[in-house]
T-cell receptor, first 116, second 114 residues
Framework: GAGVSQSPSNKVTEKGKDVELRCDPI?????LYWYRQSLGQGLEFLIY????????KSGLPSDRFSAERTGGSVSTLTIQRTQQEDSAVYLC??????????????FGPGTRLTVT | AQKVTQAQTEISVVEKEDVTLDCVYE???????LFWYKQPPSGELVFLIR??????QNEISGRYSWNFQKSTSSFNFTITASQVVDSAVYFC???????????FGSGTQLTVLP
């Protein structure tokens, strides 16, 4: 079946502009995650959605970052007033999620964001 | 707080050699999950294995094997008879029962030379 898809694959933006990154999870996966991969910081968790529960936003680095998930499926990560330190690859992952177990997360190809 | 340490930043081997990638983790949870992911040059993270904390049985899948030892908080990954296609960055990761997001190690860059 189809894997996790992300768009755009590359985004170049000027400092101070807002950007939106999109993630389409695997059909039927109830959990969706956003991570960021940068040279200096490695792979960092940003935000986690599980079903209709309130998202876990504990990894968001500042209030310029926000995300939503509509209809329990597609998610959008928004970065406002982008800064050069926001340059990174933004990865989305989805998984099944049980009450008593944690399932493997499947990752999308990522969006490479460059802030000039 | 949880933490994953991959002390080997880079490893280089010649094809057909065996290679072990080390992973040490820290967690206060009694229930947790360990993972290995492969990131080839194309960039996409590929899931390799998941291990539950209550299952210490080692696993073999083809040329890949994993050694999980709770006593030393380690979850090491061995590739037998390495091939050039195994060249990639390998990440070890941990998730806990209460916090399902993955905490990643810094990764090990494996280069297999022909």
């Amino acid at each position: 079946g189809a894997g996790v898809s992300q768009s755009p694959s590359n985004k170049v933006t000027e400092k101070g502009k807002d950007v939106e990154l999109r993630c389409d999870p695997i059909s039927g996966h109830t959990a969706l995650y956003w991570y960021r991969q940068s040279l200096g910081q490695g792979l960092e968790f940003l935000i986690y959605f599980q079903g209709n529960s309130a998202p876990d936003k504990s990894g968001l680095p500042s209030d310029r970052f926000s995300a939503e998930r509509t209809g329990g499926s597609v998610s959008t990560l928004t970065i406002q007033r982008t800064q050069q330190e926001d340059s990174a690859v933004y990865l989305c992952a989805s998984s099944l999620q049980g009450a008593v177990s944690s399932y493997e997360q499947y990752f999308g190809p990522g969006t490479r964001l460059t802030v000039t | 707080a949880q933490k994953v340490t991959q002390a080997q930043t880079e490893i280089s081997v010649v094809e057909k050699e065996d290679v072990t990638l080390d992973c040490v983790y820290e967690t206060r949870d009694t229930t947790y999950y360990l993972f290995w992911y492969k990131q080839p040059p194309s960039g996409e993270l590929v899931f390799l294995i998941r291990r539950n904390s209550f299952d210490e049985q080692n696993e073999i899948s083809g040329r890949y094997s994993w050694n999980f030892q709770k006593s030393t908080s380690s979850f090491n990954f061995t590739i037998t008879a390495s091939q050039v296609v195994d060249s990639a960055v390998y990440f070890c990761a941990l998730s806990e029962n209460e916090k399902r997001q993955l905490t990643f190690g810094s990764g090990t860059q494996l280069t297999v030379l022909p």
